[in-house]
């Protein structure tokens, strides 16, 4: 009998581990954003790429005229990503937004990355590449998670619950 409860639990198991990974599978984002330098203006020509949990760059980019940086139906393969911007001026210094600075978000739904964690402090373009670039342009909005949930926590939730209801029911009914 017990085996016959062991067997019950361990097929249980196996659905939800590949429920589990079905559902995070499906699971695409779009991020948008703003590139700036260290007085506020538009840095175009930025490079832009999203790094997941594991470290690995699953896009990258480049920023529009106005900044502007745009990923659609990225998959990450993990919960959180984070944006990582750098940009190299025409005399070929490159100045990036260290790692550590970037913060993580949901990589569900639409988010929006505040300047603060693609602001270049350290670059301040000269004259004329400020006048090329043209006028400032205000900061895009606040950081915001998506409102909607992530499929793999539903799926870990429904996985714990029916696991936690056949191990009630095998037990009383020995």
């Known amino acids: 009998m017990r085996f ?3 067997l019950i639990l361990g097929v249980l198991c196996f659905f939800i581990v ?8 499906q699971v695409t984002f779009n991020v948008s954003g703003r590139v700036i330098d260290g007085d506020g203006d538009p840095v175009q ?13 699953v896009a990258s980019t480049q920023t529009d005229a ?10 990450a393969g993990t919960s959180v990503a984070k944006v990582l911007t ?13 790692p550590e600075f970037s913060q993580w978000f949901s990589t569900v739904g639409d988010v929006n ?5 693609t602001m270049l402090t350290e670059y301040r373009p000269s004259v004329s590449e400020a006048q ?3 006028p400032a342009i205000a900061p895009v909005g606040s950081f915001t998670f998506p409102a909607n949930g992530s499929a793999l926590a539903v799926a870990l939730l429904l996985g714990i619950l029916l696991l936690a209801g056949t191990y ?7």
């Open 132 to 134: 090329a670039i043209g």
């Open 66 to 75: 106005n900044g502007d940086f745009t990923f659609t139906n990225v998959y």
């Open 86 to 98: 750098t940009y190299t001026d025409k005399n070929g210094t490159t100045y990036n937004v260290p």
């Open 18 to 25: 590949v429920f589990t990974f079905t559902a995070e599978a």
């Open 4 to 6: 016959r409860c062991l």
């Open 113 to 117: 990355i505040n300047t603060r964690n």
């Open 45 to 57: 020509g930025a490079n832009v790429a999203i790094e997941n949990m594991g470290f690995k760059t």
């Open 168 to 174: 009630w029911l095998l037990r009383n009914a020995l």
